[in-house]
């Protein structure tokens, strides 16, 4: 029994270190340009009712190697953002840290899609379903802190 308690403690652990260990950016491969434009127009959408552009500077985490992040680096700039973006090959102390760290999450599970925004503490989460070839919210915006 005692042995039985320690294996569903290692595997609990196992579980909660593969949520925490998820990297940042595109996981949905399949997500064509059109969809992806579809939710970089949703995601900028709601990040300017939470941060005015013009005085908001987002610092990216990573660095930005798929069609989503370039995209919503293009918009955010388009609206007025100051984008920090990061560079490997520059040293982090040669970068001052200030302004609001943005990253994100596009994965797919099964037929519905997510992103998550992350900025700062704070999250930002929506999914989206594929009807007749275009892509639809599939509920409301959720915030946690």
Not at 57 to 84: M, P, S, W
Not at 112 to 124: E, G, K, P, Q
Not at 132 to 137: E, G, L, Q, S
């Amino acid at each position: 029994m005692e042995r039985l308690k320690w294996l569903m403690a290692l595997l609990s652990l196992c579980v909660v270190a593969g949520c925490v260990t998820t990297p940042y950016g595109t996981h949905a491969e399949d997500l064509s340009d059109t969809d992806s434009q579809t939710i970089v127009q949703d995601v900028v959408r709601q990040l300017v009712q939470l941060y005015p552009p013009a005085s908001t500077n987002f610092n990216l985490k990573y660095e930005v190697r798929d069609g989503f992040g370039r995209g919503l680096v293009e918009t955010l700039r388009h609206e007025g953002y100051a984008i920090q973006e990061h560079k490997p090959s520059v040293a982090s102390a040669s970068i001052p840290n200030s302004g609001t760290s943005l990253a994100y999450i596009l994965d797919r599970h099964h037929e519905l899609f997510r992103i998550s925004i992350i900025a700062d503490d704070h999250r930002l989460s929506r999914a989206y379903l594929r009807k007749d070839n275009v892509i639809h919210p599939a509920g409301h915006w959720v915030r946690q802190q």
